[in-house]
């Protein structure tokens, strides 16, 4: 019989895992970078690109989050990362960049929020800075201005 607690742990592993591969995008297109540099500009637009759909993404996780637990507040907060992302993709891409990297910033603080109203688990806010931290570390060398 599978307990309870073991479930939890697969899921918890299985997160992992997946929100580990969701950072590939942001990370290869450094490689491309680096090893290819007069593809530096499509690279970075790639990274860019991921990184808003990757911002909406996160933003979803509290739409579901309000559905589940009736809270409006949650609802609210899910449009605000689509709609951050929106208006860093109009921007020129130094801009862009900052604004991506401040918006995974600004994701910890609705996840400060969720896990203190218990919205997420312990271990999934963890997970979420982990995830986080790599994400504005890939976008970086952009917001820089390296190798464009």
Known sequence: MVTHRSKEQML??????AGYAGLVPLVAPLGVIVWQPEWATVALGVQQAYAALLLSFLGG?????????????????SVLPTLWAWAAL?????AATGLLA??????????RVARSRGWIRQWFFRLRLTLGTVAIVSLLPGLAGWFV
């Open 12 to 17: 918890a592993f299985h997160a992992r895992l």
């Open 61 to 77: 996780i509290y739409w579901g989050v309000g559905l589940d637990r009736q809270q409006h507040v949650a609802i609210w907060l």
């Open 90 to 94: 109009s921007m020129p891409p130094t």
């Open 102 to 111: 401040i918006g995974f910033a600004l994701m910890f603080l609705i996840d």
